[in-house]
């Protein structure tokens, strides 16, 4: 049965085969088909099919033919029905259907509908076209082909969805050097614009804000300048610019002059100076008056209101009338002692003159004054002060100001020609006092100014006195001390601080000087003195060898000092002068002395030794190697080399063959002529004109256990090899940025961050990146369009670089172009 | 007296702070340098002999789990965490640094066949011998709660297999057949039956058990190519970063990578191991990828090398079942069947912890020097010398000389 079936089922497929060959013949693909069947496969697979079955209809037809010629016979045998189909040809009951192998034709069909005559027209013409075509419709595949075809379909979009990647991978596979993860942000701060471009503001604040500085025209982007303050730039020239700015460093540097001075005068402690310069200004502050007066009545009247107020406040007040605790205080002294007294009477004079009326008002211009000038004065609108003839600034004159600031001789020069300036004008004003006035003003200036070198750190003065001080404190402290009473102004505070430093060793010094309090200083310090005994006692004897006589000479100018002590300006400023010179002169003497004197106890073993160990050094060397005669020893080697390289004379000669042999007897000299061999020379030695190389061509087996027996892969020539071997990486021959450039690994991976596999997104922007070369870059949504154009092209500039550095190919590519 | 003094500018050579490395004045003259390449030769044979000495993979065991441990799986956004499942249901959660098992749990009944984190961290599934998949929270539960599924589904017969999409809420799962779920569903999208299985994105692949590979589409209603090998393949990794590359572990002692769009030929047959190959992972980087084998060692290979660089192995480790490589490309994970999970470093000399600029950039340059004298006999000895248990070594032995003698034939 099954067997049967399975013809039956043969039969069908021929049937539908020889329809499809007929399609094939006659009918022309449509695309879709096409695609599906592009196989040549498939087409072998049907052809044989198609002949399979053309055997078997062979087949078939024989049998018929041999039931035709068997029912000729007569006998009509009852013919079984032959079941090819299921239910539709066969009946269960053994009824065959008729017609089972013949074709049904559409017009058998259409018979019946010729006679109905409501049928429409056009189906019929559509029914009778159908008829015409004498194609029939393909047989579906079967699953398991058409499911092959899916997949085939399915995997070739794949693949070539899949092939995508492949630029981004070998681009990968060539980059010079890959930075995991892939595609990260560059860390550090991003530029505003970037930050601003993708920011909106949200909240009503923000909104506010932004809205008050669109007002403006506040630059959003660049925050460097509105537009208000761009024009009033271009508004300004540079010139004018220029001068303003010259105005503006000039205020400068005199308000800090005149801050520094006043700090400077603020400083000095002496009453005496203070009350000269109080009384100097008051005076001066008179002739102001008096001037003003002349030209200026309306200002004079309010200063004289001025004065006028200050003498009602001094009348109300009980400042200087003796009443308090000061005064009374004093009062109790005053009987005693006459400075007290002095002093009570000092403020009882300050009192009559504040209150005196201002009837005549040279005489009576008062304090208040004093207490203004010691306030920093405001340069930039006082005209006062401008006019101020004694100030050098207020001349114009800028630069010559340090210069006079450091000489002391100019400024002496400028302080006499003040003083003959004030005596041309007031030339009935007392003499003798403006004159004690103006040596005391100048004295301290000097002062000032002697002690400025120390102050400013100007190397020469500085040396010598530090030198000076070196020199005293070690020879003669005692010196020093009797200096400092004499002229304690002159010494720095570098000075004071040294010695304070060098106390201890003054101290140890003096007492060794003294030779009284040695010992016990040794019994207070046994450990530091343990060490230093020797030296100690050598040190000593240098002292007091050269200490004494050092002290002398101290001793000596100190006496000149003492002589001359200054009485006026001039004296004091000669006498100042010649002092330095000798003092300088003195100390530089003293320390070269000292020094050649100290250094040269020590140093005289040690140059010896030096001179000694020169001979040593020669004769240790002399000694290290006494046995070793180096050269010869090379010499005789290189001999050894040259004999063995030298070929031998083989001797081959065979005693007692061809003629007796035995003891005692040689063999012939023709034999031995006839089988010595001699080999040729060699070719001549290649170090035979170099006295002192060996040169050896023979291969060394320690050496060539280390060298590359044959060329490695991916070496075309032993060229290429030899020339990436030769090339050093390491920082002793190449510069560090070489280095670190040669020496870059090629898989750089951070730690503990995370390396996600490649996504989308990467492929994408790399297909972005290949198509945007053309693209308009990116326009930044912008309030301030003026002042972005140049930034953003160096920002562009940037991100290549960046990308250039990950992307070692495009920079190539780009270079190209 | 004349006094001469030597005077130099300290800027020159005092440095800016004690922090700072002494300045020394350099002279690349290459007269005063002679003999570069012995020099760098003599460096690089230090270079290598240092790196052989210090190479000391092992960092770490986790015991713990009381059967072999079957799968693990890494955490995608935490390189501290890694999870594993044994052969008895069990599941534990690990933190690398402490080295502790932070969190169990009873999973299923019978093994853990597989499981994958989803891709945001938060969750992960697994599925098991009990023809389950249970999606599990990342945090353990709460004090009181109990340790319960978020979700749990059950299927007609056992999955062997999971993985998870990179961004999407799809998994598939592979056992009698290949079946992709969406999370919210509880029966499958779509499912492929070709064959019988065992697994990327779209694209999926599966090893059956029939000896083959098969490819998927996830978006396609049917698989795409299948490959039939001699032998079956035990688990398939796809290259992190080439799309289109996998590898394969398979049962006749090699591993074989192919290019998915010409499956008839692999690329390369990565062989060296003396036993089945029952795991492979890349390193995130692509560049490296580690196989355990039955032969209880596992050996990392180059991408495209047929022969691994070095090859792990303790006394104590047996068959290993599983290995990851860590997202950071520093460590590998092994799971092997004496229960325990070991850590290894992926660089077996490498130092690990931060390093300073200067060991840096000596590390670099002993790299280099490294990598220019590789062809030289000595270090190329040096670096290739490894230990090898005697089994091993034989076995490898015995292999070559049949090796040989089919060559031969």
């Known amino acids: 049965m099954a067997k049967r079936k399975a013809k039956a089922s043969r039969v069908r497929s021929e049937s539908s085969s020889k329809a499809a060959k007929n399609s094939t013949q006659v009918m022309t693909y449509d695309d879709g088909e096409d695609e599906l069947l592009e196989g040549d496969d498939d087409d072998a697979v049907i052809s044989a099919s198609e002949e399979d079955e053309g055997g078997s209809d062979d087949e078939r037809k024989h049998r018929k033919l041999l039931e035709a010629i068997s029912a000729l016979g007569g006998k009509k045998r009852r013919k079984l029905a032959e079941r090819s189909e299921a239910s539709v040809q066969v009946s269960e009951f053994a009824v065959s259907a008729e017609g089972a192998g013949e074709k049904i034709s559409l017009s058998d069909l259409l018979g019946a509908m010729d006679q109905t005559p409501s049928a429409v027209k056009s189906t019929k013409k559509q029914l009778q076209n159908l008829e015409s075509c004498k194609d029939t419709l393909e047989l579906p595949l079967s699953r398991q082909e058409t499911e092959k075809i899916q997949r085939k379909v399915a995997f070739e979009k794949t693949s070539k969805d899949v092939s995508q990647w492949e630029s981004i991978v070998k681009q990968n596979q060539r980059a010079e050097q890959l930075v995991f993860p892939l595609n990260q942000e560059p860390s550090g701060p991003k530029p505003v614009e970037h930050v601003v471009v993708g920011w909106k503001p949200r909240t009503p604040l923000e909104m506010e804000v932004f809205s008050l500085l669109h007002k403006n025209m506040q630059p959003i982007n660049d925050p460097l300048l509105t537009p208000m303050e761009e024009a009033s730039l271009k508004a300004m020239s540079l010139e004018e610019a220029k001068i303003r700015r010259a105005e503006l460093q000039k205020i400068r540097a005199l308000q800090s002059y005149y801050e520094a001075k006043a700090k400077r005068e603020r400083k000095i402690k002496s009453k005496k100076y203070h009350k000269v310069l109080k009384k100097g200004k008051r005076k001066e502050l008179l002739k102001e008056f008096e001037e003003m007066r002349n030209k200026d009545p309306a200002a004079a009247l309010e200063e004289l209101k001025k004065m006028e107020l200050a003498r009602m406040e001094e009348r109300m007040s009980l400042k200087h009338q003796n009443s308090g605790k000061w005064a009374k205080s004093k009062a109790i002294m005053a009987k005693y002692d006459d400075e007290a007294r002095k002093a009570m009477q000092q403020q009882l004079e300050m009192n009559k003159e504040l209150t005196q009326k201002l009837a005549l008002p040279p005489e009576s211009e008062e304090e208040q004054e004093p207490e203004e000038t010691e306030v920093v004065p405001d340069f930039a609108n006082d005209a006062q002060a401008a006019a101020d003839p004694a100030n050098p600034w207020m001349m114009g004159k800028l630069s010559a100001e340090p210069a006079e600031k450091d000489c002391g001789g100019d400024d002496k020069e400028s302080a006499v020609e003040n003083t003959q300036n004030e005596e041309e004008r007031e030339p009935e004003g007392d003499e003798e006092e403006e004159n004690e006035e103006d040596v005391l003003l100048r004295e301290f200036d000097e002062k000032r100014k002697s002690r400025r070198p120390d102050d400013d750190a100007l190397a020469p003065p500085f040396q010598v006195d530090k030198e000076e001080t070196e020199g005293e404190k070690k020879e003669e402290p005692v010196c020093v001390s009797s200096e400092d009473e004499h002229e304690g102004e002159v010494v720095s505070e570098f000075k004071s601080l040294f010695q304070k430093l060098l106390a201890n060793g003054h101290e140890s010094t003096v007492n060794k000087g003294t030779g009284q309090d040695a010992k016990e200083s040794d019994a207070e310090e046994p450990a530091l003195l343990d060490e230093g005994l020797s030296r100690v006692r050598s040190l000593e004897d240098v002292d007091e060898l050269l200490g004494q006589g050092l002290v002398r000479e101290h001793a000596e100018d100190v006496a000149e000092v003492k002589e001359k002590i200054p009485t006026t300006a001039e004296e004091t400023k000669n006498e100042r002068t010649d002092k330095r010179k000798k003092k300088k002169i003195l100390d530089l003497n003293d320390v070269l002395t000292r020094d050649a004197k100290v250094i040269s106890v020590p140093l005289a073993p040690t140059a010896i030794g030096e001179e000694e160990g020169e001979g040593d050094q020669r004769m240790l060397v002399q000694e290290a190697f006494a046995g070793d005669d180096v050269v010869a020893d090379f010499l005789k080697d290189k001999k050894k080399r040259v004999e063995a390289g030298k070929p031998k004379v083989v001797d081959l000669t065979l005693p007692g063959w061809g003629e007796w042999g035995g003891v005692g007897l040689k063999p012939s000299r023709y034999k031995r002529r006839r089988f010595r061999i001699k080999v040729a020379p060699p070719p001549p030695r290649k170090d035979r004109n170099l006295p002192n190389v060996i040169i050896s061509d023979a291969r060394e087996s320690s050496v060539a256990m280390h060298q590359v027996s044959q060329l490695p892969f991916s070496f075309e020539k032993p060229e290429q090899f030899e020339c990436s071997i030769r090339t050093p990486t390491g920082h002793t021959w190449n510069t560090q940025r070489t280095v670190q450039k040669l020496t870059a690994p090629k898989v750089v991976t951070q730690l503990g961050s995370i390396i996600e596999p490649i996504t989308r997104d990467s492929l994408d922007k790399s297909k972005a990146q290949t198509r945007g070369k053309k693209a308009p870059d990116i326009v930044l949504a912008s309030a301030g369009a003026e002042g972005q154009g140049p930034r953003k092209g160096r920002r562009k500039a940037g991100e290549n670089n960046a990308r250039n550095l990950r992307n070692p190919r495009r920079r190539a590519i780009k270079r190209t172009k | ?409």
Request: proline letters at 4%; one cysteine or more.
């Open chain 2, 1 to 409: 007296m004349k006094v001469k003094v030597l005077c130099r500018n300290p800027d020159d050579y005092v440095r800016e702070t004690t922090r700072d490395i002494q300045r020394v004045p350099r002279n690349y003259d290459p007269t005063l340098h002679p003999f570069e390449v012995p020099r760098e030769y003599t460096r690089a044979m230090n270079a290598t002999k240092l790196e052989r000495v210090f190479a000391k993979p092992f960092v770490a065991a986790l015991d713990g789990h009381r059967d072999a441990v079957n799968c693990m799986a890494k955490h995608p956004t935490s390189l501290s965490t890694l999870l594993s499942g044994s052969c008895d249901g069990e599941v534990k959660v690990w933190n690398l640094p402490t080295k502790k098992c932070v969190r169990t749990l009873q999973a299923h009944e019978g093994f853990v066949r597989g499981m994958c984190a989803r891709f945001c961290g938060t969750s992960f599934f697994t599925v098991g011998d009990d023809k389950t998949i249970k999606q599990w929270k990342m945090e353990a539960p709460g004090y009181g709660e109990e340790e319960e599924p978020l979700n749990m589904i059950l299927g007609k017969t056992v999955y062997t297999g999971i993985d998870h999409h990179q961004k999407e809420g799809v998994f598939a799962t592979c056992g009698q057949q290949v079946d992709i779920w969406d999370e919210q569903r509880s029966s499958p999208i779509r499912s492929f039956t070709w064959g019988a299985s065992r697994f990327l994105t779209e694209l999926l692949a599966s090893c059956a058990s029939d000896r083959s590979i098969i490819l998927y589409d996830m978006r396609e209603a049917t698989p795409l190519q299948k490959v039939i090998m001699n032998m079956r393949s035990n688990t398939l990794c796809w290259n992190p970063m080439e799309a289109y590359i996998f590898t394969c572990a398979n049962e006749d002692y090699h591993l074989y990578t192919y290019d998915m769009r010409q499956l008839s030929m692999p690329i390369v047959m990565h062989s060296d191991h003396v036993s089945a190959v029952l795991d492979v992972d890349y390193s995130p980087t692509g560049k490296e990828f580690v196989s355990a084998s039955f032969d209880k060692t596992i050996r990392i290979f180059p991408e495209k090398k047929s022969h691994s660089r070095s090859v792990y192995h303790t006394k104590r480790m047996q068959h290993v079942i599983c290995v990851k490589w860590s997202l950071d490309n520093k460590y590998i994970m092994t799971g092997s069947d004496e229960m325990n999970i070991r850590l290894w470093k992926a660089n077996a000399s490498e130092k690990l912890g931060l390093l300073t600029t200067r060991e840096k950039q000596a590390q670099n340059y002993s790299q280099k020097l490294k990598q220019k004298f590789q062809h030289h006999p000595q270090i190329r000895r040096i670096t290739r010398h490894r230990h090898l248990p005697r089994e091993i070594y034989s076995q490898r032995k015995e292999l070559h000389v049949m090796k040989e003698a089919r060559r031969r034939k």
